[in-house]
């Protein structure tokens, strides 16, 4: 683990931030003391962080961490105003950035534009000529990128008339259209219903070993599901890196489900209350219960429900999750 004042292995400071650089591990992409000044904000503050090669990286932190800003950075879409950003090996500098590299990397915004005029097999092909393609090959991966994205049967549609989630599907297509090794991509499956998710995160997981995934998502579940590597930023700044189980390992502090009968809305103001408690969530027909100090809590959770004249139906200690675990990182201070 590097501690707060080092050095990490890429010789920039981390502050803060406290990441695990594992021996023998190779990275395609790296962030050293990258910054990002918009006039009087820094929405990238000294970031340096390290994304495995050929693994799905899960890029998490509030609203306004800077995740969207660096995205944009890595993908030559912004110019850093210092540090540097490195994707296989290659400077990204905007306006210089190499074809050869373009070519390696995709690229999904978190709301992707399009030419609406154009169906999505049109679209696809034109971004494969882009990429050099011949219109052949172009037009054969068109058609399997539909099908893997599930728009098949809209592939003569054009674009103005889809909604939402099918633009974000058809986004995570052209982002894969030049087979690239690095896929950055925001918010991928945000627009999505249930199903459509589901069918992303199964394309997203079954890119792992052929392609190095940086991705950033609101949907906990959704990262927990597929990655296998997280980095939380907060403020522009790095607060934790590591691998999924290794975080949640070293980090996740016991989660109690609570039931009473009757009025629960009391209980959880007195719980609010005390110091011991770092969050409480609606579940089910209960409360999920994030504490410092589980014993204490095991002691005074009967405590208070007696007090209060309640009854207790059920309490018991849950799997944390990285949801606890960012909740306890970005709100520690």
Not at 63 to 74: A, I, P, Q, Y
Not at 95 to 116: K, N
């Amino acid at each position: 683990m590097v501690a707060a004042g080092e050095t990490g292995a890429t010789g920039a400071s981390v502050g803060e931030a406290r990441a695990v650089h594992q021996e023998g591990t190779e990275w395609t992409i790296e962030l050293r003391a990258l910054t990002r000044v918009f006039k009087h904000v820094r929405a990238v503050d000294g970031l340096s962080l390290r994304v495995p090669t050929g693994e799905v990286y899960g890029f998490l932190g509030p609203n306004g961490s800077g995740k969207t800003t660096t995205l944009k950075m890595l993908a030559g879409l912004l110019s850093p105003t210092s540090g540097e950003a490195l994707v296989a090996g290659e400077q990204v500098r905007p306006g210089r950035f190499s074809l050869e590299l373009r070519r390696r990397v995709g690229f999904l915004a978190e709301e992707p534009a399009f030419y609406p005029w154009m169906t999505a097999h049109e679209f696809l092909v034109f971004v494969g000529r882009l990429f050099d393609l011949s219109p052949a090959e172009a037009a054969r991966r068109a058609a399997a990128l539909l099908d893997s994205v599930d728009l098949s049967p809209r592939a003569k549609d054009r674009i103005r008339g889809f909604s939402r989630g099918m633009r974000q599907r058809l986004g995570i297509a052209q982002a894969l259209m030049g087979d690239p090794e690095v896929l950055l991509l925001d918010e991928p499956a945000s627009a999505l219903d249930p199903i459509g998710r589901r069918e992303v995160l199964d394309l997203i997981a079954s890119l792992r070993g052929r392609a190095t995934i940086m991705m950033s998502s609101h949907i906990l579940d959704d990262v927990q599901r597929v990655c296998g590597w997280v980095g939380i930023v907060r403020d522009g700044r790095l607060v934790v890196e590591a691998p999924l189980g290794e975080l949640l390992g070293r980090y996740a502090k016991p989660v109690f489900h609570l039931e009473v009968a009757g009025e629960r809305n009391e209980l959880a103001a007195a719980l609010k209350r005390e110091s011991w408690v770092k969050e409480i969530a609606p579940e089910g027909g209960g409360l999920r219960i994030l504490v410092n100090d589980p014993e204490r809590a095991q002691r005074m959770v009967p405590a208070l429900v007696a007090g209060l004249g309640a009854r207790l139906t059920e309490f018991v200690t849950m799997t944390p999750t990285l949801e606890d675990v960012f909740i306890q990182l970005v709100t520690d201070r």
